[in-house]
């Protein structure tokens, strides 16, 4: 099933254009390989789930490095929805992610994910707004996207930068209490180039 143009009449382009986008494989290679020291090469995907998963527009992504694609160290599914003046993108967490490393490359393991094996990240979703050809994203309001890393409670700060063919992301984790930097980049943002699109596979008619 697909989202027909008659259905899309009272959406705004904005979410395909950005799901088009984000539709593919990046890879961090020249940044990478410019500065071995701060960055490690580094591969996102985000793979388009069948309409029916979420009766709309979703992704699997995984974050792989270079030398293990088999063991991913990020696993997610996105759902995007149409706000009007922006688009807000749930993030959910996989039951047992093992099961599906490696989704984003094979086909036959990203259909047997299902709605049941996943669970919502709360107070952890993206905003995304269109600015020119571009599209910045940032992390909900309000400090409560909580992670504990190194026995510390921290709150994500996520931060993207979206065109058609480059991902730019900074994600660091600040202390509950202090604010401080605990955990994430403190080189700056990590800088991806689009190496494959997947945006044949959304689920819309253009």
Same mark, same amino acid.
């Given at each position: 099933m697909t989202i027909s143009h008659t259905e899309n009449q009272t959406k705004s382009k904005d979410i395909i254009t950005l799901a088009s986008?984000?539709?593919g494989c990046f890879s961090n290679q020249k940044q990478a390989s410019a500065n071995r020291v701060l960055y490690a090469h580094i591969y996102i995907y985000?793979?388009?789930l069948p309409y029916q998963f979420f009766s709309g527009i979703g992704f699997y992504s995984e974050q792989v490095y270079d030398y293990d694609l088999w063991s991913p160290y990020r696993q997610g599914v %996105?759902?995007?929805?149409d706000k /009007?003046? %922006?688009i807000y993108? #749930?993030?959910y967490s996989l039951k047992d992610p093992i099961l599906y490393a490696g989704a984003a490359r094979e086909l036959d393991i +990203? %259909?047997?994910i299902t709605p049941e094996n996943i669970e919502r990240r709360y107070h952890c979703s993206m905003v995304f707004k269109r600015d020119g050809e571009k599209f +910045? /994203?940032?992390v909900e309001p309000g400090n409560k996207c909580l992670i504990n890393k190194r026995g510390c409670e921290t709150y994500l700060v996520s #931060?993207? #930068?979206l065109t058609e063919q480059t991902w730019e992301s900074l994600d660091i984790g600040r202390d509950v209490n202090t604010h401080e930097q605990v955990w994430g980049s403190k080189a700056g943002r990590l800088k991806f180039e689009k190496q494959t699109s997947f945006a044949d596979e959304l689920p819309i008619e253009n």
């Open positions: 986008w984000m539709a985000f793979r388009p %996105h759902q995007l929805i /009007g003046d %922006h993108i #749930e993030n +990203l %259909h047997t +910045l /994203g940032s #931060e993207v #930068e």
